[in-house]
């Protein structure tokens, strides 16, 4: 079975662009922690039993082959906005582009 992650720039985001699927969603990797909405959704997540961690592109990027049996949902890096989520949706990209994660699948924040 294919598990589903999200990469969320910033705190909130994984609401703005996938509230209808969080569910179903193994886990949520934000890459942003600097204000009260990191504890809020922290503690939103915990309560419908989502796993979260704080990481760095750089970081993921030392980690080979951890998403390879994952559906990954990221920002859309041609229609976002703000350089964080262009950054984290190229990076999603290159992950699937590469063949090292199952399929990626975008979402818009820009509203």
């Keep these: 079975m294919t598990r589903s992650i999200i990469f969320s720039p910033h705190c909130d985001d994984e609401l703005i662009g996938c509230s209808e699927i969080l569910g179903s969603i193994s886990g949520i990797y934000y890459f942003d922690y600097n204000d009260d909405r990191a504890r809020e959704s922290i503690d939103f997540c915990r309560d419908i039993g989502i796993g979260t961690q704080f990481v760095s592109i750089k970081e993921l990027m030392n980690c080979k082959n951890i998403?390879?049996?994952?559906?990954?949902?990221?920002?859309?890096?041609?229609?976002?906005?703000?350089p964080l989520h262009r950054a984290v949706g190229s990076y999603a990209y290159l992950l699937r582009y590469t063949g090292q994660c199952a399929k990626v699948i975008f979402y818009s924040t820009n509203m």
């Excluded at 559906?71 to 859309?76: K, L, Q, R, V």
Aim: no cysteine; charged share 20%; hydrophobic share 30%.
């Design 67 to 82: 998403f390879n049996e994952y559906i990954i949902y990221a920002p859309d890096p041609f229609t976002e906005t703000h």
